[in-house]
């Protein structure tokens, strides 16, 4: 059943969300769960853009497979916790670069390690919401 409401409501809040889910990834970047939060609004704005327009819509404006998302999520996270053992460190220990970021802050392998949760988890919800939504 298309819903005019929520197909109009979508088309204004979609940016607003998927925004809102970059701050929330960046602001909890050096507190845990900016990543699995952020991911969750994401996959939450996909979700009732997919609600109103369809799966094949959803699918089209997200552009990339779920599935690759979660593998680049998960090589992202992998990887930043495999960076401390080039230096003799033990997994997943923190690096902190000396220099300040516009916005966020001091950037660090946490963030990088966010930013894989983060496409894992919107990978993870929007394959199984788009499975669902086919079936």
Do not use: C, K
Request: aromatic share 8%.
């Amino acid at each position: 059943m298309q819903s005019l409401i929520l197909a109009t409501t979508i088309r204004l809040l979609l940016p607003l969300l998927l925004l809102f889910s970059v701050f929330l990834l960046l602001r909890g970047h050096d507190e845990p769960g900016g990543g699995f939060v952020g991911g969750l609004v994401a996959a939450a704005a996909f979700a009732l853009h997919t609600l109103a327009h369809g799966a094949a819509a959803g699918r089209r404006m997200l552009r990339v497979e779920p599935r690759l998302l979660i593998a680049i999520g998960l090589s992202t996270a992998l990887g930043s916790g495999m960076v401390p053992l080039l230096f003799g460190q033990p997994f997943l220990t923190s690096f902190w670069s000396d220099l300040p970021a516009p916005v966020i802050g001091h950037a660090g392998s946490p963030l990088l390690f966010d930013a894989g949760v983060y496409l894992v988890v919107a990978g993870m919800a929007l394959m199984i919401i788009f499975n669902l939504m086919e079936e």
